[in-house]
């Protein structure tokens, strides 16, 4: 799995929020993107996930332009949200939603929803109602609710900006399994955490330039 950024830019009216030559991201990666308030972590992540159209220039997912992606479903790039949304129903409910009816059978869908749920710490919590929960728990909910569906890429917007020390770890044995299956993580997040420190590279947007700051040579092949 490869992502390529070619020449992208944001623009607001006449303000130009970034602009990105190139970047590149390949399986397995995990990015922690840094930058103040307002630098365009949100803006860039949306538009690598294909919420948002750059201004110019265009996403490419293994030779494919990202306008094209809808037609391959298996080329999951998911954002969540710093807010997590949560459906009503219960937890079980909102993990086993975004299979939907993908499995063949009700005990693989069962047995997938029960990992998930095992991995995000929220097997106690299984049949309680969603809206309940905590905003440490929604937090994990909306990322069990991405995990079963084995994405490609994952961006996670301030991740742990609610979380306490045992969440942080849940969550950062979750990344590591999603990182074990090849997928690509970039989060952002003000603060430095054992999710952070797992991430191989770092990038800084700055004055509507992304910058490598990075890189951990232990990752060289990636480079
Ligand atoms: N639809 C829009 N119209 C005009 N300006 C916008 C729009 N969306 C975002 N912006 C501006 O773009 C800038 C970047 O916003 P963005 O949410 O990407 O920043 P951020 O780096 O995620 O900040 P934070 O750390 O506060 O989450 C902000 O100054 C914001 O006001
Ligand atoms: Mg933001």
Redesign the pocket.
């Known amino acids: 799995m490869r992502i390529q950024v070619q020449g992208i830019s944001k623009k607001?009216?006449e303000?130009m929020?970034f602009s990105i030559p190139s970047l590149e991201i390949g399986s397995g990666q995990s990015l922690h993107l840094q930058?103040?308030?307002?630098?365009?972590?949100?803006?860039?992540m949306?538009i690598l996930a294909g919420l948002e159209r750059p201004s110019s220039g265009s996403i490419i997912l293994n030779g494919i332009d990202s306008r094209s992606w809808w037609k391959r479903p298996h080329y999951k790039v998911i954002y969540l949200h710093?807010t997590p949304f949560v459906f009503s129903g219960s937890v079980s409910d909102n993990v086993r939603f975004g299979l939907g009816y993908q499995f063949s059978s009700r005990r693989d869908l069962d047995k997938r929803v029960e990992a998930v749920l095992e991995l995000a710490g929220l097997t106690q919590l299984a049949m309680q109602e969603a809206r309940t929960l905590s905003g440490g728990e929604k937090q994990r909910l909306a990322l069990a609710r991405a995990a079963i569906l084995e994405p490609s890429m994952l961006m996670l917007?301030?991740p742990t900006a609610n979380l306490d020390a045992e969440s942080i770890k849940i969550v950062t044995e979750m990344v590591t399994s999603l990182s074990a299956q090849e997928c690509c993580i970039m989060l952002?997040s003000?603060q430095k955490t054992s999710l952070t420190q797992l991430c191989q590279r770092q990038l800084q947007?700055k004055a509507g330039q992304l910058l490598e700051v990075f890189a951990n040579p232990e990752y060289s092949k990636y480079a």
């Not at 930058?35 to 860039?44: D, I, P, Q, S, V």
């Open positions: 607001y009216g303000r929020l930058g103040e308030n307002g630098a365009g972590k949100t803006t860039l949306k710093q917007d301030e952002s003000h947007l």
